[in-house]
């Protein structure tokens, strides 16, 4: 009763710790706030209990998995880059790495927790090992899915902008004809990348979810085709 009691609270505060970071720093960027981190966190807890993962090392890696992107930009951690120029999960883990030994949680417990905390970023493409890193990278990628998944997109799309970005292929909006290329059109990120989240789901809990949130943004993609066909005026 003790252990638990003890990874309860270190988790606990953690969660404050975490929280009182993003809200001071993270506000740049609305995709990946604290918001994304309490859904993440509030998901991942939930898949974990469903697939029978441990609670104290899936909540943790939640909370922390992108750390990274509330370091302060001239933070270099030693003689490498700065943290600007750094893949975000291995900014995470680095700064994941420093908070456990602060709060002395256990080497086999922190190792587990860095190891979910790298597995979760799609690009960086690293394979999660252990049910806790894949029950993570599931609740993680789910947000990127259904409703929120959409107001997060158009987030993102928004920051990532520049002068020749375009909302859609004038000529093909739903990459039919052309590969995707999600750097110049807004839309072709549902075909470059998110429609295929769902394929990445590891848990059982993750794929039910995943088919739930899928189906909504494919019937978004349809009203959308509808209204820029103006489908209404015809007949």
């Known amino acids: 009763m003790t252990l638990a009691f003890e990874r309860d609270a270190v988790l606990a505060q ?8 993003f809200l001071r720093l993270g506000r740049a960027d609305l995709a990946h706030g604290w918001d994304h981190i309490e859904r993440v966190y509030r ?3 939930g898949i974990g209990q469903r697939e ?3 609670r104290f090392v899936v909540g943790m890696a939640a909370l922390l998995h992108d750390l990274g992107r509330v370091a302060p930009a001239s ?7 700065a943290a600007s120029e750094r893949h975000h999960a291995d900014l995470s883990q680095e700064l994941a790495a420093e908070l456990l030994a602060a709060h002395g949680v256990p080497t086999a417990e922190r190792e587990a927790i860095l190891h979910a905390v790298l597995a979760h ?3 960086r493409g690293v394979e999660p090992q252990t049910l806790e890193a894949r029950v993570v990278r599931d609740a993680d990628r789910l947000d990127g899915l259904g409703a929120i998944g ?3 997109w158009a987030i993102t799309g928004t920051l ?3 002068a020749e970005t375009r909302p859609y292929h004038p000529a093909d909006p739903f990459a039919r004809s052309h590969a995707p290329d999600d750097r ?9 990348k998110l429609l295929r989240l769902g394929e990445s789901m590891t848990t059982a809990t993750g794929r039910a979810l995943a088919q739930e949130r899928l189906a909504f943004m494919q019937r978004y993609l349809e009203e959308f085709r509808r209204e820029l066909m103006l489908e209404g005026l015809s007949g």
Do not use: C, K, N, W
């Not at 933070?75 to 880059?81: I, M």
């Open 43 to 45: 998901l991942a807890l």
């Open 52 to 54: 029978g993962a441990d």
């Open 121 to 123: 970023s799609f690009s």
């Open 75 to 81: 933070e270099g951690h030693g003689q490498g880059p």
């Open 160 to 162: 990532r902008a520049t």
């Open 184 to 192: 110049r059109y807004l839309l072709d990120h549902f075909y470059a």
């Open 150 to 152: 959409i107001m997060r």
């Open 14 to 21: 953690v969660y404050h710790e975490v929280e009182e970071r």
